[in-house]
């Protein structure tokens, strides 16, 4: 869709006005700023050593995992989701869409109370985890999957949402005149034609896991290798050792925004 | 201890200035009262407090508000470590009041302090039991039986490091399900029934004792934590932050924080 609009736009290069062009710079250096922050204080001399303990390569590794994880549960469970509000008329929907977005306005740490209020060990279900399948989900590293999704999950139904309402519907008409099911129809065109979009929320997704702490050390707790992913281990070495903190936090920058480089050029390549 | 002698006068000056305060009681001028060494103490006096000092200074505040008519105590209240960083990076405090030593080492080793910092309370160490205690916990050696769940404070904080030290002390040797950020987590999970016990200060059990029971137990007189004040080099109200560690040191104050299960100095 960008094809259209890219043979018209060289034409009115160069014009590009001042009132978009400094606020655009000053949000741009508002963001960055801090990062250069960061960067700046960094221990560069103890980098090597202080990368190489055991425990920041143990925590960076269950955030990638638990992130990715939270990532997939959010998509299988976030994109019928998504469908359901962008193309089922239904009473309620408004509401349902509100609720929806809930997890975005709730404090994390709120959200992890929530989370132990239903699935704790005397919570709603999870009093009926325990007692019937033996399962216990607060401490674990299922529970810092389930609280990520939590968190995560609306930046995937919107996205998707949005993507599915900005679609075409009338490939998807063209599908059901053909005789197509309303499955075939999702899996064959709907789901081809929002791939972008969907890429996009999952991409957003899978950022905010990564860096949910609140939801995470309430529900699931903090134990190294088990629970402790790496804002955890981040907030852990700010109490002693700031240099710590530092390193631990541009060794999460570095990562997500590699592998969100890289996921934007295999999946996004319409330009 | 050095400068005890200071202290002493300025807690003098500042118990000199509640009774008088005190004697003149409601609807007298407040003008015509409470001389400090350096002025009256008037304005906005911003303690930056221990977070498990919350409920005590907020009454402490109170009572120095209505003792100094004119006066408005604000609290920040954080985990230690993140106030002497804010202290060190120039936040605008006039007191400063740390559960921990090594976090007071910070600020004065930054040269943030006005004098020496003093001890103005201590805190111990009990095993926090949800109410009925489901798990018949009655002591540390009960926290290693199998299917009881500990949570503890992180190594990193002072909860944390004073539960090591008792442990090591008592020669117990526990694997917690959870090692949490701050007491007040610790706690959380108690009151909410998701581990059996956890090692928490006195005096947050003692907050808590709605949902929470506190089990004492003899090695925690091995980890007693010191909690200091100072009044902080560059206050904007210096008057009132030396008015204010004073008050906190006198008898009044004191008697809010043994209530609250603190022990004296």
Known sequence: MSRALGTAVPRRRGRVPAALLIPAGFGL????????????????????QRLTEPGALTALRLSVQTATLATVFCLLLGVPLAWLLA???FP?????????????????????VALLLVFGRRGLLGGWLDATFGVTLPFTTAGVVLAESFVAMPFLVIAVEGALRAADHRYEEAAATLGAGRWTTFTHVTLPLVAPGLAAGAVLCWARALGEFGATITFAGNYPGRTQTMPLAVYLALETDLES????SLVLLVVSVSILVALRDRWMTSA | MTGRGGRTTLAAVAAFAVLVMAGCGGGDDPGSAGAAADGRVTGTVTVFAAASLTESFTRIGRDFEAANPGTTVTLNLAGSSALANQINQGAPADVFASAAPRNMTTVTEAGNADGTPSVFARNQLVIAVPRGNPAGVTGLAGLTRPGVKVALCADQVPCGAAARSALDAAGVTLTPVTLEQDVKGALAKVRLGEVDAALVYRTDARAASADVTGVEFPESARAVNDYLIVAVKDAPNRAGARAFVAYVRSAPAQAVLAEAGFQAP
Do not use: N, S
């Not at chain 1, 509401?95 to 929806?100: C, S, T």
């Not at chain 1, 903190?245 to 631990?248: F, N, P, S």
């Open chain 1, 245 to 248: 903190a530092i390193v631990l």
């Open chain 1, 92 to 112: 309620g929907r408004r509401l349902v869409r509100a609720l929806v977005t809930v997890p975005l306005v709730l404090p994390p740490v709120v959200g992890g």
């Open chain 1, 87 to 89: 193309r089922v008329e």
């Open chain 1, 29 to 48: 250096l508002f963001l960055v700023l801090p990062l250069t922050g960061l960067v700046l204080r960094a221990p560069w001399t103890t980098l090597p």
